[in-house]
């Protein structure tokens, strides 16, 4: 479950890849994530597992930010998860494929016939992102009611406005609409809420005790808000939980989710056969679950983003390694906070982030404020000071925080994005993803 990506072009997270695990260099982990938390980069919790115990974990942030003081986060703090959800909603899937209550080529037609191309789209292609049914959550207008309760039916409503994308089985798309239908279907099967069948089928049966289905975020419950940013941190808005659903509305820690994805793959949650079909990879997707690569090895797992929470979970199979990261505070991206953790998990050599800065006065920033638009790309970038920062915002995106590292140089981590202005010539270099575009001041 994912709201659009604050940057001005998409960048995809991934984790990339590693060697052998040998002695946990747990002093290396300890001074990455204290350099995080000196400088102000992320908020977020980690969780290592080998062989089937949690051998490291780490917290550095806050659970609260308010005006009347702050909370700082525990191991025991609870993170939105966001589409990891849906790892959890392919398993309870394939349970019931397991128990013969639902067939894999089941068409969609059996519980929602009003879905565009239902009596062609199977269980199956939902779980793998074949459907070609349109991700509800991709709409700009998403951002209008995310914070506000919906019923089924308005959801439902919803999906079925949208024409399909693509014919069933055509291609590969993520949509969280797959994956909210079929935490819909989890229900209409088994007479049980959501909520229950997690309950039965994998909280209550493996141990977890940290991962439920959401609602409005209760602090006395070890869970957290999220921030995002500017000068300082700031709250996010909290998406509704009876929205994600299925596809993004679970509440974890790294710590629960290891032992989550290191039960699956020990068969303690579905049938070996049913773990190498969720493990089928079609156009780059598998069937609630994706492959992670880092270097010459392979991990499967998944990704989450939901407000400002970002999330990884990934199992190493061959080493019985498995992480999980949570954030709920990003500046530095997160994918690079996973090569580094894993690049130390594996003994791979890893230089730590620089994260030094450029002192400017605050009325030197205006040489840089305006308008500025580029003949190589449709949108434009304004360029504004809010009190003692520079801050950047593209056509219809949402305005992010500029760092001054060097003189008329300024970056946004959280995006790999780099501005240098020549404000005698009124132009600015902007550099991000490899790509180098030159913007003139309007």
């Not at 397991?98 to 969609?108: G, Q």
């Not at 995106?397 to 501005?419: E, G, I, V, Y």
Request: proline share 5%; charged share 20%; glycine share 8%.
């Amino acid at each position: 479950m994912k709201r659009i990506l604050i940057s001005i072009f998409v960048v995809l997270a991934i984790f990339v890849s590693s060697v052998s695990a040998q002695v946990l260099n747990s002093r290396r982990l300890d001074s990455l994530f204290s350099l995080l938390s000196e400088k102000n980069k992320a908020m977020g919790s980690l969780a290592v597992m080998k062989e089937g115990k949690i051998i490291y974990t780490k917290v550095i942030g806050y659970s609260s930010i308010s005006g009347t003081g702050t909370t700082a986060a525990t191991p025991l703090t609870k993170y939105r998860i966001g589409s990891i959800t849906k790892m959890f909603t392919s398993v309870m899937i394939f349970q019931l494929a397991d128990e013969k209550k639902i067939a894999l080529n089941t068409p969609l037609s059996k519980w929602y016939p009003q879905i565009p191309n239902a009596d062609k789209i199977t269980i199956s292609q939902m779980l793998s992102h074949h459907s070609g049914i349109h991700s509800f959550t991709s709409d700009p207008e998403y951002l209008t009611w995310m914070t506000d309760a919906k019923t089924e039916k308005e959801i439902l409503d919803y999906i079925c406005s949208k024409p399909a994308e693509f014919q069933p089985g055509e291609k590969g798309a993520y949509s969280n609409s797959n994956f909210y239908l079929l935490g819909r279907i989890i229900e209409k099967i088994t007479k049980k809420s959501y909520p229950d069948n997690l309950k039965k089928r994998i909280t209550g049966k493996i141990g977890l005790k940290d991962t439920y289905y959401g609602g409005k975020t209760n602090l006395l419950q070890n869970e957290c808000y999220s921030y995002k940013m500017e000068d300082k941190w700031m709250q996010e808005p909290e998406t509704d939980m009876s929205i994600p659903h299925g596809a993004g509305a679970l509440v974890s820690t790294p710590s629960d989710l290891v032992r989550f994805i290191d039960a699956l793959f020990a068969g303690k949650l579905i049938s070996s056969d049913s773990l190498e079909k969720m493990k089928t990879i079609t156009d780059g997707f598998g069937m609630g679950i994706f492959q992670i690569p880092f270097f010459e090895r392979k991990a499967f797992g998944h990704n989450g983003g939901i407000d400002g929470f970002q999330s990884s979970l990934g199992y190493f199979p061959e080493d019985q390694l498995a992480v999980a990261y949570c954030t709920n505070g990003v500046v530095y991206p997160p994918n690079d906070i996973l090569i580094g953790i894993l690049s130390i998990c594996f003994n791979r050599e890893y230089k730590l982030p620089s994260f030094d800065t450029f002192e400017i006065r605050p009325e030197d920033l205006e040489k840089y404020t305006g308008v500025y638009s580029s003949p190589q790309l449709p949108l434009k970038i304004t360029i504004t000071r809010k009190d003692k920062i520079l801050m950047g915002q593209g056509t219809g995106q949402p305005a992010f925080p500029l760092t001054a590292t060097a003189p008329d140089t300024f970056t946004f981590d959280q995006a790999k994005l780099k501005m240098v202005f020549r404000p005698d010539k009124k132009e600015m270099t902007l550099s991000q993803g490899g790509g180098t575009f030159e913007f003139k001041r309007e």
